[in-house]
């Protein structure tokens, strides 16, 4: 059995009556979720971020969202993102937008120069903390200084807000060209439901069809039943964050080098460039982003204490066995 | 069963233990004088002691060149071409010619940059290739990172590959500690990345580079200009843009095209200067080299600093795939005048797709 710590999910299934609320809303399948089941779910996640229901549109996953922002917006503008960059609407926006312009992140420190490279009206797209980096690495000020030009729209995925306990969500009411995505993948541990939202600005708000809400019924229910589970949620993502720390001063031990991070991921290089392909020879998944980015460097999602244990004990075999052609 | 060509330089890496930085033209007699013994047969045993897949026949070099290292391993072969006593860069040649007459799907080989060039001569962009490093200098991307990487590529030959790069190191430079690199060429090579994919990451890939390559060339054709002369430095990236416009690239060297003709190819620095006197409005069009990531002052000299000066940065163009560009902290440039050098330098686009740019930073 593959240990896959390579897709930032959450280790741990939902609570019981999590996934009775989801069987619950199988049994209504022949028939379409209706506008009161969605407003209730639209309720509950504005109730969680403190902001108005008109100001939150759901959807089945952060990727499907992204493309109705692009279709609604990004005609005639430059996307910006940063490199790498794990959109899987890239394709699209490279069809819809007027460029994509990615921007390079640099280890050790990953500063960002947020300076605008575009010219004309553009769409900002990143993440809080940071994919693959784990870190926050865009200033208050710095996105302020952003959203100062009304002609660039910037949308933020919080994916990561539960283990950070950081958001910009305060900004929202004042800045009409800011979005938040938030995702119940994560820390809620639905990532097999795909239940994520935005938290529109006016312009935003505007611009998308917010009425419109493609989701299913199982994932509706689970959603607002999860949300009624925050106190456990909080638990797990502690619990998460402890582990992370644990893995991090563990890996650091063997000899790889580990960023800080503030998801439930670490950024770590290391010696051997090839240590991807080892550890899934050893039935251990981790994502290798050399294909985009530089090599040597991995993203490992935090997952369980037995499966930490069995990594740190094929990196350690790995690095202290294995022959190969680094001389 | 599938037909894979296994050859061995026997002298690669003998120059590098004996302090003599390479083997290339008739060295690897003064190495054994100096007491080197051959290792690449070492490290090809090695590959294929995890190689797991069942379904190859090999074709394969006579004695040292290949045989030896599959003798007793269990896998089936047949030995093709002669050599004397002594092996040289011809007779490599001649095996792998022999190999692909006979039609093998892949072609394994160990060695180093020399023995890599001399592979790339033969089988082009045909036939994938799985280079295990075993020579001084290994600067070419298309050398498997380890053992472990080399027999993955071949127990999953088949599903995905990629263009990589291989590098001219003037080995007379390198002995005398500066090291000079060119690009020579790009081979085919099975991709391995597409395994440590997760679930969700199948957006961290750039899909295929040969596509990528078109659109690069797509966006950078669409937007050329009228009565404008585009310089394009050498590399396969910039030979696709010569394909879409229906003309011939020469691969190592610069031409130059104007309202969608060639109007000269093969240029030196000179000649590149009169066309400029001639048309006056005037775009480079560069691609980094692998690893080091030059665009300027390695590999297309004569894209002088005479010539940058004449069409300055603002004329200058990058274009890559990400897969190469991604993995580089910045561009390069080393015209051998500090303030040309200087005047390249700082951010610049590099175009990766169709309507797809990175922003690099340039130093000198």
Same mark, same amino acid.
């Given at each position: 059995?593959?240990?896959?710590? +390579? +897709?930032?999910?959450?280790?741990?299934?939902?609570?019981?009556?999590?996934?009775?609320?989801?069987?619950?809303?199988? /049994?209504?399948?022949?028939?379409?979720?209706?506008?009161?089941?969605?407003?209730m779910?639209? /309720?509950?996640?504005?109730?969680?971020?403190?902001?108005?229901?008109?100001?939150?549109?759901?959807?089945?996953?952060?990727?499907?969202?992204?493309?109705?922002?692009?279709?609604?917006? =990004?005609?005639?503008?430059?996307?910006?993102?940063?490199?790498?960059?794990?959109?899987?609407?890239?394709?699209?926006?490279?069809?819809?937008?007027k460029?994509?312009?990615?921007?390079?992140?640099?280890?050790?420190?990953?500063?960002?120069?947020?300076?605008?490279?575009?010219?004309?009206?553009?769409?900002?797209?990143?993440?809080?903390?940071?994919?693959?980096?784990?870190?926050?690495?865009?200033?208050?000020?710095?996105?302020? +200084?952003?959203?100062?030009?009304?002609?660039?729209?910037?949308?933020?995925?919080?994916?990561g807000?539960?283990?950070?306990?950081?958001?910009?969500?305060? *900004?929202?009411p004042?800045?009409?060209? *800011?979005?938040?995505?938030?995702?119940?993948?994560?820390?809620?541990?639905? =990532?097999?439901?795909?239940?994520?939202?935005?938290?529109?600005?006016?312009?935003?708000?505007?611009?998308?069809?917010?009425?419109?809400?493609? *989701?299913?019924?199982?994932?509706?229910?689970?959603?607002?039943?999860?949300?009624?589970?925050?106190?456990?949620?909080?638990?797990?993502?502690?619990?998460?964050?402890?582990?992370?720390?644990?893995?991090k001063?563990?890996?650091?031990? *063997?000899?790889?080098?580990?960023?800080?991070?503030?998801?439930?991921?670490?950024?770590?290089? +290391?010696?051997?460039?090839?240590?991807?392909?080892?550890?899934?020879?050893?039935?251990?998944?981790? =994502?290798?982003?050399?294909?985009?980015?530089?090599?040597?460097?991995?993203?490992?999602?935090i997952?369980?204490?037995?499966?930490?244990?069995?990594?740190?004990?094929?990196?350690?075999?790995?690095?202290?066995?294995?022959?190969?052609?680094?001389? | 069963?599938?037909?894979?060509?296994?050859?061995?330089?026997?002298?690669?890496?003998?120059?590098?233990? &004996?302090?003599?930085?390479?083997?290339? #033209?008739?060295?690897?007699?003064?190495?054994?004088?100096?007491?080197?013994?051959?290792?690449?047969?070492?490290?090809?045993?090695?590959?294929?002691?995890?190689?797991?897949?069942?379904? $190859?026949?090999? !074709?394969?070099?006579?004695g040292?060149?290949?045989?030896?290292?599959?003798?007793?391993?269990?896998?089936?072969?047949?030995?093709?071409?002669?050599i004397?006593?002594?092996?040289?860069?011809?007779?490599?040649?001649? @095996?792998?010619?022999?190999? !692909?007459?006979?039609?093998?799907?892949? $072609?394994?080989?160990?060695?180093?940059?020399?023995?890599?060039?001399?592979?790339?001569?033969?089988?082009?962009?045909?036939?994938?290739?799985?280079?295990?490093?075993?020579? &001084?200098?290994?600067?070419?991307?298309?050398?498997?990172?380890?053992?472990?990487?080399?027999?993955?590529?071949?127990?999953?030959?088949?599903?995905?590959?990629?263009?990589?790069?291989?590098?001219?190191?003037?080995?007379?430079?390198?002995?005398?500690?500066? !090291?000079?690199?060119?690009?020579?060429?790009?081979?085919?090579?099975?991709?391995i990345?597409?395994?440590?994919? #997760?679930?969700?990451?199948?957006?961290? &890939?750039?899909?295929?580079? @040969?596509?990528?390559k078109?659109?690069?060339?797509?966006?950078?054709?669409?937007?050329?200009?009228?009565d404008?002369?585009?310089?394009?430095?050498?590399?396969?990236?910039?030979?696709?843009?010569?394909?879409?416009?229906?003309l011939?690239?020469?691969?190592?060297?610069?031409?130059?095209?104007?309202?969608?003709?060639?109007?000269?190819?093969? $240029?030196?620095?000179?000649?590149?200067?009169?066309?400029?006197?001639?048309?006056?409005?005037?775009?480079?069009?560069?691609?980094?080299?692998?690893?080091?990531?030059?665009?300027?002052?390695?590999?297309?000299?004569?894209?002088?600093?005479?010539?940058?000066?004449?069409?300055?940065?603002?004329?200058?163009?990058?274009?890559?795939?990400?897969?190469?560009?991604?993995?580089?902290d910045?561009?390069r440039?080393?015209? #051998?005048?500090?303030?040309?050098?200087?005047?390249?330098?700082?951010?610049?686009?590099?175009?990766?797709?169709?309507?797809?740019?990175?922003?690099?930073?340039?130093?000198?």
């Amino acid at each position: 059995m593959l240990i896959d710590l +390579s +897709s930032n999910e959450n280790p741990y299934a939902p609570s019981r009556k999590v996934t009775e609320a989801a069987i619950q809303g199988l /049994k209504g399948m022949n028939r379409y979720v209706v506008p009161e089941e969605l407003h209730m779910l639209r /309720k509950a996640l504005g109730e969680y971020c403190g902001v108005g229901t008109e100001r939150i549109l759901p959807g089945p996953g952060t990727g499907y969202l992204l493309e109705r922002v692009l279709c609604s917006l =990004a005609a005639g503008r430059e996307l910006v993102v940063l490199n790498p960059a794990f959109l899987s609407c890239l394709e699209l926006a490279a069809r819809l937008c007027k460029r994509v312009v990615r921007l390079q992140l640099k280890p050790p420190s990953f500063k960002v120069d947020w300076t605008p490279p575009a010219s004309g009206p553009a769409l900002v797209i990143l993440e809080s903390p940071n994919n693959p980096t784990g870190q926050c690495l865009i200033s208050r000020e710095a996105l302020k +200084s952003l959203l100062k030009n009304e002609d660039c729209l910037v949308l933020i995925d919080e994916a990561g807000y539960e283990y950070a306990g950081k958001t910009f969500m305060d *900004l929202i009411p004042d800045h009409p060209n *800011l979005a938040l995505c938030r995702t119940l993948d994560k820390a809620f541990g639905l =990532a097999g439901l795909r239940v994520s939202w935005l938290v529109c600005g006016d312009s935003f708000m505007k611009a998308l069809h917010i009425e419109n809400v493609c *989701l299913c019924r199982p994932a509706v229910r689970a959603a607002l039943a999860a949300l009624e589970e925050q106190r456990a949620v909080l638990e797990n993502v502690k619990g998460v964050v402890e582990e992370r720390e644990r893995l991090k001063a563990v890996l650091s031990q *063997l000899g790889l080098e580990v960023f800080p991070s503030e998801a439930n991921y670490l950024l770590v290089r +290391s010696p051997r460039p090839d240590l991807g392909l080892l550890l899934r020879k050893r039935g251990i998944l981790i =994502a290798d982003l050399s294909g985009q980015w530089f090599s040597g460097y991995f993203r490992i999602s935090i997952g369980r204490p037995e499966e930490h244990q069995a990594l740190a004990t094929a990196v350690e075999d790995i690095l202290r066995t294995e022959e190969g052609f680094m001389d | 069963m599938i037909k894979a060509g296994l050859v061995v330089n026997p002298i690669a890496g003998m120059g590098g233990n &004996v302090g003599l930085k390479g083997t290339d #033209g008739g060295l690897f007699r003064k190495a054994i004088e100096l007491g080197a013994r051959p290792s690449s047969g070492e490290r090809m045993r090695e590959v294929l002691s995890l190689v797991t897949r069942k379904d $190859l026949y090999f !074709l394969c070099g006579p004695g040292a060149m290949g045989e030896d290292c599959l003798k007793g391993t269990g896998f089936e072969f047949r030995v093709v071409g002669k050599i004397g006593a002594e092996t040289s860069a011809q007779d490599t040649k001649a @095996v792998v010619r022999e190999m !692909l007459r006979e039609g093998i799907r892949l $072609l394994i080989f160990v060695g180093g940059d020399g023995t890599a060039r001399d592979v790339l001569d033969v089988v082009g962009l045909d036939t994938p290739v799985i280079a295990v490093p075993a020579g &001084v200098k290994m600067f070419s991307a298309a050398f498997a990172i380890s053992a472990h990487a080399a027999a993955e590529m071949i127990n999953t030959f088949g599903q995905a590959f990629t263009e990589k790069e291989i590098l001219d190191i003037d080995e007379e430079a390198f002995r005398d500690n500066r !090291l000079v690199a060119k690009p020579y060429g790009v081979v085919k090579v099975p991709d391995i990345q597409h395994l440590l994919q #997760g679930k969700k990451t199948g957006s961290a &890939v750039q899909g295929d580079v @040969v596509d990528k390559k078109k659109e690069v060339a797509r966006i950078i054709v669409e937007n050329m200009l009228e009565d404008v002369l585009y310089i394009l430095g050498p590399g396969t990236t910039l030979k696709a843009v010569t394909d879409a416009l229906g003309l011939e690239k020469t691969l190592l060297g610069i031409d130059a095209v104007i309202n969608g003709k060639l109007a000269g190819k093969d $240029l030196n620095e000179k000649q590149l200067l009169s066309f400029i006197e001639k048309y006056r409005k005037v775009k480079i069009i560069v691609t980094p080299i692998g690893g080091s990531g030059y665009i300027f002052g390695r590999g297309s000299r004569q894209i002088s600093s005479k010539v940058l000066a004449f069409a300055g940065k603002e004329n200058v163009m990058v274009a890559s795939t990400l897969d190469k560009v991604g993995g580089l902290d910045c561009l390069r440039v080393d015209t #051998g005048d500090y303030e040309v050098d200087r005047s390249i330098s700082g951010k610049i686009p590099v175009i990766i797709g169709y309507k797809e740019e990175i922003i690099m930073e340039v130093k000198c």
